[in-house]
């Protein structure tokens, strides 16, 4: 009976021993899974490699290359307006005509004095003659001199004379100095000029041009002297139209020349690069037609290298020191592997509006965090599903 009592107490504490380990491997698992739940949960891409490509749409205004600020210098009133917005005009053609009569009037006091310099200048030879005969040294020195000072006089008068009637030929009218279309008319009938041009006219000798503001990592990829034929009408589709990139420059808000109502519409060549380098491209000669302020669509298309190492911006991250993206690192441990968010230093190279190039301690085959459900940091244990 001892004997049947002892085995079975051995047999039930065996049973209590083994229950013991299966509700202590319950709680451990059960504690991890709780664990590992509570852990950021992250997604991941790797790396592709290939080109960065740029890309910008967007369209522009054709305006003439040169472009003539026409005014009176002299601020004459406006007697009559010729012309008006988009006429074409020739070398020659008078544009404006001006109230030339206060000038008339100080002619006419000008011509009016020389009348009486010529009276006194026949007076005073009369008294050198006078002089002559007297034999008066004195007299003579004295009628000389006048008689010369008073030829000094009207010769000034002429000039000053002459200075006027060419005044008067030049600012009756503002004349056209080259064949053009008129784009802008300041000149008001019966208002003098005011700091304006009176008229704004293009010189269509000089061909055509656009200008565009694009973003910096784009404009580094174009050269000037480029062709390029990414061009068509807004209203004619059919017509393409092709041109030379004569002018790359920096263009920043607040400051220097401004495009207006140039451009519209942007480039898509992503969050990391502003539209601060502003770029002319003059129109070839051969597009006839043209009369200025007709809108193109413009399409550019340029790509960066062909074996740079992309990943997506998202995860890119910077810092005081540079940028950074979090990769994942494994860790062997009791219950198979932890993994862990990584801090790894890179270089960027550029990005668009998808990807970023980077080189460093980066590979092909890394795993790269692009998202996560929680806050990480470097070092911080996060949940991961191998793909």
Do not use: C
Not at 204 to 223: K, N
Not at 235 to 260: M, P
Not at 295 to 321: C, Y
């Amino acid at each position: 009976m001892e004997e049947l009592a002892t085995r079975s107490k051995q047999r039930k504490i065996r049973a209590l021993g083994g229950l013991f380990f299966a509700l202590l491997i319950v709680l451990t698992l059960g504690g991890n899974t709780i664990r590992a739940l509570s852990m950021p949960k992250v997604t991941t891409a790797v790396p592709t490699v290939g080109s960065l490509d740029y890309s910008y749409e967007g369209s522009a205004l054709v305006r003439p290359a040169a472009e003539r600020k026409l005014m009176n210098p002299a601020g004459w009133k406006v007697l009559k307006v010729l012309v008006k917005v988009g006429d074409k005009v020739h070398k020659g053609q008078p544009l404006v005509r001006y109230d030339d009569s206060d000038v008339q009037d100080q002619l006419a006091d000008q011509q009016s004095s020389l009348k009486k310099m010529q009276l006194s200048l026949e007076q005073l030879e009369y008294d050198l003659k006078q002089a002559l005969r007297e034999g008066d040294e004195e007299a003579v020195h004295h009628a000389s001199s006048a008689l010369k000072s008073m030829q000094f006089d009207i010769e000034d008068q002429k000039r000053r004379i002459t200075k006027l009637q060419e005044e008067i030929q030049a600012g009756r009218e503002l004349i056209a100095p080259v064949d053009g279309i008129v784009m802008t008319v300041g000149a008001e009938e019966g208002i003098a000029s005011a700091g304006v041009p009176d008229v704004s006219l293009s010189d269509t000798s000089q061909g055509y041009q656009i200008r565009l503001m694009v973003p910096d990592e784009l404009a580094i990829l174009i050269r000037p002297g480029e062709e390029l034929d990414s061009f068509a009408l807004v209203d004619d589709d059919a017509r393409q139209l092709t041109g030379t990139v004569t002018t790359i420059e920096e263009a920043y808000d607040g400051g220097g020349d401004s495009i207006g109502d140039d451009q519209l519409g942007a480039g898509d060549s992503g969050q990391a690069s502003a539209a601060n380098t502003r770029i002319t491209i003059s129109l070839k000669e051969e597009e006839s037609g043209l009369l200025g302020g007709e809108r193109v669509k413009v399409s550019l298309r340029k790509s960066k290298g062909d074996q740079l190492l992309l990943v997506p911006n998202e995860a890119v991250h910077h810092d005081s020191q540079g940028a950074f993206l979090y990769t994942i690192s494994a860790e062997q441990g009791p219950l198979g592997n932890a993994y862990y968010a990584k801090l790894t230093r890179v270089e960027t190279e550029g990005s668009n509006e998808y990807a970023t190039a980077v080189s460093g301690e980066i590979f092909e085959q890394s795993e790269i965090i692009v998202g996560s459900t929680g806050l990480i940091m470097d070092g911080t244990r996060v949940r991961y599903e191998l793909n």
